[in-house]
């Protein structure tokens, strides 16, 4: 089967520009979760979706970034205006059900450098 | 929320000798607790998993056990091999919180 998709692979941005990035799940995986990797750390949990539902954006810097599943499908985090503090790989995993206990698979990542 | 303690953040063994990597966590409603590998540049991997109700698990030379009493558990490897050198990440979750530990960069030398 098809992994996780996502796009660009690669983004450098001046701070203060604004950047988005694009996830496709797994065909038929129901829950999507976008992490923050700074270099060095592990995955920060971003938010988390359940079809087009947000079920966790605890952690999401609402002030800048912001989310969204339409269709329960495809995704985009988009980050408005961005400060060097965001440069990280931004990672897409999904998972076939809701809530922990389920393997998430992962994406590639989006590595985001500001400068 | 959740606060996962990972260690040790640097582990340099020799092939062929085992690798302990152990996590504390601290939601007591926490009841899954994945390992993933995370090879340099690539995408973090699942490489074992365990569920509450089960105090071990083994997956031929890796292998996780649980004491949810003391609120920890630990990735053990056994037989390291070169192609075992990444960074190893233990996750956990209470309700739909989910938390990954700090890593452990592990380094099998020849």
């Known amino acids: 089967e098809a992994g996780v998709a996502q796009s660009p692979r690669y983004k450098i941005i001046e701070k203060r520009q604004s950047v988005a990035f694009w996830c496709n799940p797994i065909s038929g995986h129901a829950t999507l979760y976008w992490y923050q990797q700074i270099l060095g750390q592990g995955p920060k949990l971003l938010i988390q979706?359940?079809?087009?539902?947000?079920?966790?954006d605890s952690q999401l810097p609402k002030d800048r970034f912001s989310a969204e599943r339409l269709k329960g499908v495809d995704s985009t985090l988009k980050i408005q205006p961005a400060k060097l503090e965001d440069s990280a790989v931004y990672l897409c995993?999904?998972?076939?059900?809701?809530?922990?206990?389920?393997?998430?698979?992962f994406g590639p990542g989006t590595r985001l450098t500001v400068t | 929320g959740e606060n996962v303690e990972q260690h040790p953040s640097t582990l340099s063994v020799q092939e062929g000798d085992s690798a302990v990597i152990k996590c504390t966590y601290s939601d007591s409603a926490s009841n899954y607790f994945p390992w993933y590998k995370q090879e340099l540049g690539k995408r973090p991997q699942l490489i074992i998993d365990?569920?509450?109700?089960?105090g071990e698990k083994k997956d031929q030379r890796i292998a996780v056990t649980l004491n949810k009493t003391a609120k920890h558990f630990s990735l053990h490897i056994t037989e390291t091999q070169p192609e075992d050198s990444a960074v190893y990440f233990c996750f956990t979750g209470g309700g739909n919180k989910l938390t990954f530990g700090t890593g452990t960069q592990l380094k099998v030398e020849l």
């Open positions: 995993a999904s998972s076939l059900v809701q809530g922990v206990g389920y393997e998430q698979y």
């Open positions: 365990i569920r509450s109700n089960v």
């Open positions: 979706f359940q079809n087009n539902g947000v079920v966790d």
